[in-house]
């Protein structure tokens, strides 16, 4: 059960009767403070750093969601391998092209595997399961479900129009999304994790300065992934998937010369023996 009655639970959030530092817990001694710690504890779970469709859409159905699967003994990596499997199908549908419903199938797909997302987290913070394991599940699950969307797109298109060139386009965006997660991916190996959150950013990182940051702030936080899979996968949907890989190719261009310049800077940093940003 997700609220024990003869448990304490800790660090949950305003509201509790007693109080620890900034920490405190609530003795559940009946029903209804079980349900007021199980309030807590599912609230507890969202993160600051949430993007603006996460905080109002994706975080609110994932924890609906994970307060049932908790109760199943559900592991969060088993989870994490069902969300991914989950995503590439959100490919092979975008693949198809047609009949319409194909594109609805696979936006809804891909926007269903964003949202679900959040479930091994959340579940991994309510039982203690973390895992460095875990984590890289989790990151090359969401790379793969964009790469094989965009992949799918591309390909869908250039079936149901006759764009051979596409497929090209298509092959050489998917090449250079791997190519930006394989920087990404040799930093946080570096570091021992498998978190992308945890990767320093010279470019981006710190208090926006001048115009100019200010907007590669705004930038930062719209291209936000789930704010990003949202629109894409509307777009899709809405039956016009050349939009919505054009916008994807975009971005990935963007990305990868990003983190380039981002780990030109990394390295520059290390061999002056600077500290690096977070």
């Known amino acids: 059960m997700l609220a024990d009655p003869d448990a304490w639970l800790g660090r949950l959030g ?18 209804e403070s079980a349900r007021a710690a199980e309030r807590h504890l599912l609230a507890s779970l969202k993160k600051p750093i949430d993007g603006f469709v996460s905080r109002h859409l994706n975080r609110k159905i994932s924890l609906f969601i994970s307060r049932f699967l908790v109760r199943t003994g559900a592991r969060p990596n088993a989870v994490t391998v069902a969300i991914m499997a989950l995503g590439a199908l ?3 549908a975008a693949a ?34 973390f895992s ?20 799918g797109l591309a390909v869908g298109c250039a079936r149901v129009h006759g764009w051979t060139w596409l497929y090209a386009v298509g092959g050489f965006i998917f090449v250079l999304q ?19 959150l945890a990767m320093p950013n010279a470019v981006t990182g710190g208090p926006p300065k001048g115009a100019w940051g200010k907007f590669t702030r705004a930038v930062h936080q719209i291209t936000k992934r789930d704010t990003f899979v949202f629109v894409t996968a509307v777009i899709a949907a809405a039956q016009a998937p050349l939009v919505s890989f054009a916008c994807i190719a975009v971005g990935t261009i963007v ?3 990003g983190l380039t310049l981002n780990e030109i800077r990394l390295r520059a940093m290390e061999r002056r023996g600077l500290q690096l940003p977070k």
């Open 14 to 31: 305003p509201g509790g009767s007693e109080h620890v530092g900034r920490a405190y817990a609530v003795r559940v001694v009946d029903k």
């Open 90 to 92: 959100s490919g092979v």
């Open 132 to 151: 460095y394991t875990g984590q890289w599940l989790d990151t090359i699950g969401d790379d793969l479900t964009n790469y094989l969307f965009c992949l």
């Open 255 to 257: 990305l990868a010369s």
């Open 178 to 196: 791997w190519y930006a997660s394989g920087i990404q991916y040799q930093r946080i190996l570096r570091m021992g994790t498998g978190d992308l």
């Open 96 to 129: 198809f092209g047609e009949p319409w419903w194909a594109l609805v199938l696979a936006g809804l797909l891909f926007q269903g595997q964003s949202v679900l997302d959040g479930c091994d987290g959340e579940i991994a913070r309510l039982t203690y399961r």
